[in-house]
């Protein structure tokens, strides 16, 4: 900041006063009808929003100055938190007619990215996430909250990762870390720091320690819900999730400055709950992000995301990223789906209801920050009225959640009622120039808008009775902004005023006059207008604070109408793309008939070729995937990940028909990009996310390989994919899909009983390959690689000598391969299962053979034969 001048006056002491409080923040200086920036700030301002940058006391010691109208203040607001700062707003908080000396100001409250209630400053149809993340000695914890709507949640972790995962799925807009002392700990803290910025583009913000302390957390947590424990939550003592959200709260009291009713409970989430998706996992996929342009489109989530309202959509985010585990309470999601999938006319008359229903939760946080606008409580009203109407097609359906949830269509009537007579329908967006307040709602407010609009007609009246009164005709009433409301006589006249008239003004030609009557007039006219406008906005605050009652009550009608969209959105998206109902079971098949990518399948259309996957029980839990570049490996590994998620969720698939064991986890190693920027090679990334698989997978997990083992030398590479399947295979048994380069890795099927191969369907004709993009059983003895490479372009002599030295590597291979190494981790029992199947012609002739009557030259001979056959 630059340095002070040494005359300073009153305000700008409060402007120093305040900046070096918020010194982190840019200062918007509330003066009239502008917010003034001064100095450093006043540069940023001038550079990030475009003001006009001046100066003042020019003629001394110049203050760099940039201002901006302060009814514009939305707009601003939301290209400096675009920019990456945070605002300050220092607003007047004293009348300046009543004011004695400067003006009374405060800062009402700290603009920053995760607490943003505006609806000009948020993203409809996504949650607008403030997180903070405590580590403990033994354990961490991660609390978010959403102030733009009131949920608030907490939750322990095990570790780092962990907390990449959650982070990763939350998508926050701020993330609270600690301040920490030591260099150890200070490089921990930075590189946790790091990592959640280029995951997820959050803005990092540090507090000090004693936010986090578990006494001042826990103390903070049960003054704001007004509590003697913890426990109604589900939060015992030594949870240290506790520290986590105290600070959330320390925050939010920090740059809010105001009530906070509307964050009513904090829930506890437990991560065995819900199918658990890692970071990884969510980017590899293509959940949330695409991998090339980090772009919504082209997601899961926007391809079957077809909710009507922001409720709506911000809850299937979370039931995409966060899936169900309980069979019974996929299935009641089902249930409500078939029924809005089959009975298409309550499917879209719910959805014809939710097309004019409002934003209930973010209107409901306003209302508690006392930031309402007329427009809210207008649309407020108008979303109450269509309530009844949701509530009828609900009750009429026979799926069991419908039902429930018509139960929670409450419409509160009489609150509809009072919003519907109060507020004027066609109201402006704010208060400061009236009109908001309906006619006919305030007897007062109605006599005062009269007045101030019907002074012409007053005022000739008024004029024609003073005519008639004097029998002077050339009497006029008139007003100026110096002297008021006057009537007027030519000087020729003066004599015959009536005793009433008092001399107010003398001019050259004329005399002015003034009654009592006028003079009251005068007073009450020239007050109506301030009166109306005062009188309008105790009227609305009234209305506010009436509304604010029903806090609980609208948030419970907004859950139920998010999740009556998501139903319905999920009906229709069946409906309208011939999806299918999966079976949902408690064991691990995985049984997929014709299944669909449900994101490419719906841009490629008929092109786009479906597959089969069968996996736990006697199909197996691992296939090993074999086939060439381009011919549809991944996509087919990724699609049968997504299903599995999807059909979690409650929705339906794009299949024929699914059998579908409930996942735990589904973990991902797909693809090679490159993680400099992490200071790790690829290779390094590859082998860390697989054993992240290796150590967390259980035997009801999901996995998903792709070419685990290219990022080094060939032979290091194979030998740790046969490593890492054999013992995924024979020691976690999950369901597994592998798709490899190596079909050197089909031999395993051939070791463990639990393996088997497919391969990708390629054709080859005069030296050319046709991808035909079907998964069919059996593995493949060739990569293909060769091939491909053609294709791209590769001079044929470069071609033919990589087939010479394939044939040569082949070669090699097969003899190093004989040895028993390979095989010698089969336990007892395959290597039996094993021998039997091998063998089970030379075992058949064996058990039917009477060897009492076999003469010694015809056991030699068998012998030679079994021997023969063997071999």
Not at 176 to 188: A, D, W
Not at 285 to 298: A, C, H, Y
Request: aromatic content about 6%.
């Amino acid at each position: 900041m630059a340095k002070k001048t040494k005359k300073i006056t009153p305000a700008m002491k409060q402007y120093h006063h305040f900046k070096e409080k918020y010194a982190d923040a840019i200062l918007f200086f509330r003066m009239g009808d502008f917010y003034e920036t001064f100095y450093e700030d006043a540069k940023t301002c001038s550079r990030v929003l475009g003001l006009a940058l001046t100066s003042r006391d020019k003629n001394t010691d110049p203050i760099p100055l940039a201002g901006l109208p302060y009814h514009a203040v939305d707009g601003y607001l939301k290209k400096m938190l675009q920019a990456g700062y945070k605002v300050a707003v220092c607003e007047q908080v004293e009348d300046p007619k009543q004011a004695k000396g400067v003006v009374k100001r405060d800062v009402v409250r700290v603009v920053t990215p995760g607490t943003l209630t505006d609806d000009m400053l948020l993203e409809a149809r996504e949650d607008n996430f403030l997180c903070s993340v405590f580590l403990g000695p033994k354990s961490a914890a991660v609390s978010w909250v959403d102030i733009s709507t009131g949920h608030f949640f907490v939750q322990e972790l095990e570790d780092d990762k962990a907390i990449l995962d959650e982070v990763m799925r939350l998508g926050p807009k701020e993330c609270l870390l600690p301040e920490m002392r030591g260099e150890l700990f200070e490089m921990e803290g930075k590189k946790l720091e790091q990592q959640i910025e280029r995951l997820t583009g959050a803005t990092v913000t540090r507090r000090p320690g004693w936010y986090f302390d578990s006494h001042m957390a826990k103390d903070k947590l049960l003054k704001h819900f007004e509590m003697k424990t913890l426990e109604g939550f589900g939060i015992d003592d030594g949870f240290v999730g506790v520290n986590a959200a105290g600070a959330v709260l320390e925050y939010l009291e920090e740059t809010q400055k105001t009530a906070l009713t509307h964050i009513s409970s904090l829930r506890k989430v437990s991560r065995s709950n819900f199918l658990q998706i890692d970071q990884t996992s969510l980017r590899s996929l293509e959940i949330l992000r695409t991998i090339r342009s980090e772009s919504k489109k082209g997601t899961l989530l926007d391809s079957v995301d077809q909710t009507l309202t922001g409720m709506g959509s911000r809850m299937m985010r979370a039931w995409i990223c966060m899936p169900l585990c309980d069979v019974g309470a996929i299935e009641m999601r089902q249930d409500a789906v078939a029924e809005f999938a089959e009975n298409e006319s309550a499917c879209e008359d719910i959805r014809g209801q939710l097309k004019e229903v409002a934003d209930l939760e973010r209107i409901v946080a306003r209302i508690s920050t006392f930031r309402t606008s007329p427009k809210d409580l207008l649309s407020l009203g108008w979303t109450l009225r269509r309530v009844p109407a949701l509530r009828e097609v609900l009750a009429g359906c026979e799926a069991d959640m419908a039902g429930r949830l018509a139960e929670r269509c409450d419409s509160m009537d009489e609150l509809a009622d009072l919003l519907e007579a109060a507020i004027d329908p066609d109201c402006p967006p704010h208060t400061r120039d009236g009109g908001v307040i309906r006619d006919g709602f305030s007897e007062e407010l109605d006599h005062l808008r009269s007045v101030s609009s019907d002074g012409k007609t007053w005022l000739a009246e008024f004029q024609q009775r003073q005519v008639e009164r004097t029998g002077l005709a050339n009497l006029k009433v008139g007003y100026n902004r110096v002297f008021g409301y006057y009537i007027e006589l030519p000087r020729s006249m003066a004599e015959k005023a009536p005793a009433d008239f008092v001399r107010k003004q003398t001019l050259k030609n004329a005399e002015r006059y003034v009654t009592d009557e006028l003079k009251k007039y005068e007073d009450e006219v020239l007050g109506a207008r301030d009166k109306a406008l005062e009188l309008e906005q105790r009227l609305f605050e009234k209305l506010r604070e009436e509304t604010a009652k029903y806090i609980s009550r609208l948030q419970e009608l907004a859950d139920c109408i998010a999740t009556v969209d998501c139903l319905a959105a999920f009906g229709h998206l069946a409906r309208s793309r011939s999806y299918v109902r999966p079976a949902m079971l408690g064991d691990k098949t995985l049984e997929i008939s014709e299944g669909k990518h449900p994101v490419l399948a719906e841009s490629l259309g008929s092109e786009f070729v479906p597959n089969d996957v069968n996996l736990g029980g006697e199909d197996g839990d691992l296939s090993v995937i074999t086939g060439p570049n381009m011919a549809g490996k991944s996509t087919y590994i990724r699609q049968v990940a997504l299903l599995v998620l999807l059909a979690q969720t409650g929705s339906f698939i794009p299949a024929k028909e699914a059998k579908i064991g409930v996942v735990d986890r589904i973990f991902t190693r797909v693809g090679a990009s490159d993680e400099l920027m992490r200071g790790q090679s690829t290779f390094m990334v590859e082998m860390t996310e697989t054993a992240n698989i290796i150590n967390n997978a259980t035997d009801r997990s999901l996995v998903i390989l792709d070419e685990v083992g290219r990022g080094t030398s060939t032979y290091d590479g194979l030998s740790l994919a046969w490593a890492i399947t054999e013992h995924i295979a024979n020691e976690i048994k999950c369901r597994t899909l592998f798709a490899t380069h190596y079909h050197e890795l089909t031999e395993l099927a051939e070791l463990l009983v639990n393996v088997k191969n497919c391969n990708v369907a390629v054709r080859e004709w005069q030296d050319e390959i046709v991808f035909l993009h079907k998964i069919l059983p059996g593995g493949t003895d060739k990569s293909y690689g060769i091939h491909v490479a053609k294709l791209a372009g590769l001079p044929k002599s470069v071609v033919r000598r990589s087939r010479e030295i394939l044939l040569d590597l082949e070669n090699t291979f097969a003899k190093e391969a004989a040895g028993p190494e390979l095989t010698r981790h089969k336990t007892s029992d395959d290597q039996q299962m094993l021998f039997v199947e091998r063998n089970k012609g030379v075992l058949d002739r064996l058990s039917d053979l009477d060897v009492n009557n076999l003469t010694p030259i015809e056991a030699i001979n068998l012998l030679n034969q079994i021997k023969d056959e063997i071999e």
